[in-house]
């Protein structure tokens, strides 16, 4: 018989999911270690590293990318700014996945931590990046921002998580934005 470790490696994500779910439900302790890993693995979500690799991503924008985009199209006309936002779009993408997962699986902490990481990124990328980039997308990290502000209140945050966020957002960020919270 193969080694499982070495049957595990060629499965798909997909195959994985199912294994996992067919596992769970067939005995009542292992569905509960599921889980308890599960969100073992989920739980930690440091602000610093989710800003950084947020500001990463933004980073990594080129110009070219948006010349390349921009212009005219079989529909129409894309202008140089919205070819910007919707890279910027695209690179925020994930985040907020994992910023709904956080919500759906009722883990508030994390994703405030979630929502404070990202602000934290836009904030770093207005303020700290010398990207070309930048350029074509001058108000792309305010309005990110609050479409970030937005899905977090979608997973409705306490009040006590929405004057956290205001306090982060004053305390960290300066204030930045935070008339549109």
Known sequence: MKEVHQIIEQLSPAD?????QALAASD???????TAMA???LRPVDVEE???ALYD???ALEV???WDRAGRTRHGYVEPSEAADQLVKAALAPFLQDLARYQTLGLRAEANRMCEGLLLGFYQFQHESTSKFKNWAPDAPIIFAEAVVDAWKAGSPTKSDIKALKAFV?????GWGANRL
């Open 16 to 20: 994985a999911k199912s294994i996992l």
């Open 28 to 34: 009542e302790t292992l569905a509960a270690r599921i």
């Open 39 to 41: 969100l073992a693995r």
């Open 50 to 52: 989710v800003a950084a």
């Open 57 to 59: 991503e933004l980073e």
């Open 64 to 66: 070219e990318e948006v």
């Open 170 to 174: 004053t305390a960290e960020l300066g």
